[in-house]
């Protein structure tokens, strides 16, 4: 359980690199992968769900409006998993739903950050050395959402199914297994077309 | 005014522009925190201004972070105009092309970081940290992978990746910084120092090197694996792979992304192999 706490923590740290500090691309899954794989004690299981992840998200990019499923919290969700005993296909397919459903949530944060937003505004007029605390309060805000919302999936998702797992029918993980080895074929198909040269 | 420890202090807190990034006014706090210590030496002398003038950085602004560097350092420069300006008239002339010059900027600069960082080198990256472990026998493309690896060949795809970005990226942090502020005024605020458009297109030429190398690995490791057996092992793989190498290439026509596709096949997989 203290591994899976740990776990949680790093995950939260690094997705604050994805949007709201640095952005020195901790956050990227071929860098968070395979560091949190080290805390883990399984680095090469880290480096796989991690290059699987950014091979996933690869075609989805921070434009506009649209907002990519996180890939650090994907890394931090499947290996708590792992290190659950917990396979790692079985593992990344709810990291993928989790980072998903991630990715709503911060929409909905972000939506809701507006109120927050206003006050923070009101208290930098009256006085502008306010600033400092506000961005601090604002990381603080968004750490804590994250280590609350990769921690609850995996208590919600993840101690039931330690359980379940030894009872699912061969077959079945043998459905899981295939398709978690598509994945880097799925991703390469793509990453490759993102070379066509359309300028100059 | 913007010294080499100024620029340091700006370049610094540029690291947090997208704190508190909201849908109302995006970026507007770290914009407001990053510029804080410049406006604070600018108005020393009248700091009961300072408030109105933070004002200004409170409203809209969004861009890319690393190119948003482009964007402090003309504001920067602006902000010395406005500060300067001795009549009303003036003031509001100057503080009409800061406005413009906000909005304008923000949205090239997005522009071209967007294509260049999230649309080339992310990927580009990617590509180059696949190639390094491919070549030093990390093979994940199987279930079951392999024991007794050194911490270099788990890390080296990533290091390299991470320090090639960070390169770029920081290089250009920092120069957009002191080229903005000191760009003549017919000099689009610094931007036509770097030939964007040349740089994008030799990094996605060197993607598709790192590519080819790549499909030659993959070529190579199923060549050897023909040679090794030709069972139904090895058939059953080909098939997989360009079955989901087709789909792949279609759904991406379709605008279905990846993630989709997947979670898709591991539900039919599942329901297939049940029944």
Known sequence: MTLLLLLCLLGALLELDTTYAFQLTFSRGIIAGPLLGLVSGDALTGL???VFTELLFIDVSPLGGTLPPSAAVCCAITLAL????????????????????FAQVELAMRRARAGWIAQQEQKIRRNPNYLRHAVVEALSL????????????CLAVGLPLAKVMPLVPEKLQLAGKFSYMAVPWIGLATLLSTFRLKTR | MLTKAMQLNLFLRSFL?????????????????????FVKKLYAQDQESIPSVLERYLENFNTQPVMASFCIGALAKQEE????AKTLALYQQRLSEWNSMKRSLSITTASIGDRLFWGTLKPFTLLLALCIWLV??????????????????????????????????LFVKWQGLSLSYFAENNGCFGLTKFDWNKTIFNAKKMGIIAAVVLLLWGVYYFVNDLQASLGLGF???????????????????????????????AVMFAVACLF
């Open chain 2, 136 to 169: 030093q026998d990390i093979n994940f493309f199987e279930v079951t992978l392999q024991e007794n690896v050194t911490f270099w060949q788990v890390f080296g795809g990533a290091l390299v990746a991470f320090f090639v970005f960070n390169a770029v990226a």
């Open chain 1, 82 to 101: 792992c290190s659950l005993q917990i396979p790692a296909y079985a593992a990344f397919f709810v990291g993928v739903v989790g980072a998903l459903v």
């Open chain 2, 81 to 84: 105009r406005l500060a300067g």
């Open chain 1, 142 to 153: 968004s750490f804590m959402g994250n280590f609350v919302f990769i921690l609850a999936v």
């Open chain 1, 48 to 50: 796989q769900v991690g």
């Open chain 2, 235 to 265: 058939i059953t793989r080909a098939v997989m792979v360009l079955f989901f190498v087709s789909i792949s290439l279609m759904t991406r026509n379709l605008r279905i992304p990846n993630m989709y596709v997947y979670l898709i096949a």
């Open chain 2, 17 to 37: 522009i997208q704190t508190g990034w909201n849908f109302a006014k995006y970026q507007n706090l770290g914009l407001c925190f990053t510029l804080y210590p």
